[in-house]
Nanobody
Framework: VQLQASGGGLVQTGRFLRLSCIVS????????MGWFRQSPGNQRELVAS???????DYADSVKGRFIISRDNAKNTVYLQMNELKPEDTAVYYC?????????????????WGRGTQVTVSS
């Protein structure tokens, strides 16, 4: 599976960015997808997920500001990031998701592609 994230950049606090991730090598329409981020010294965290049926979920830190969506015809998942804050600064990655049988939480599935850097200045 290949995952190609793009759309990052340097923006000021309060501005917006839209990330895109093109996925190939899998049956995209059948996969739950997620956006993760990792900042220096921190673990990679799931910030937004979208299921096969377009159900979405968000980390508390981005709820109300970020919107995840997908276009199955284009094998692409998007992350609209509004009202950006300096603490949103990180490298953002997309990945397929698999739900843990034990906890029911989503975990990343498979390899990681190249992320895209988002930097929010104060």
């Amino acid at each position: 599976v290949q995952l190609q994230a793009s759309g990052g950049g340097l923006v000021q606090t309060g501005r917006f960015l839209r990330l895109s991730c093109i996925v190939s090598g899998t049956t995209f329409w059948s996969q739950a997808m997620g956006w993760f981020r990792q900042s220096p010294g921190n673990q990679r965290e799931l910030v937004a997920s979208i299921g096969r049926g377009d159900g979405t979920d968000y980390a508390d830190s981005v709820k109300g500001r970020f919107i995840i969506s997908r276009d199955n015809a284009k094998n692409t998942v998007y992350l609209q990031m509004n009202e950006l804050k300096p603490e949103d600064t990180a490298v953002y990655y997309c990945n397929q998701l698999v739900r843990s049988l034990g906890s029911g939480k989503y975990n990343p599935r498979g390899n990681w592609g190249r992320g895209t850097q988002v930097t929010v200045s104060s």
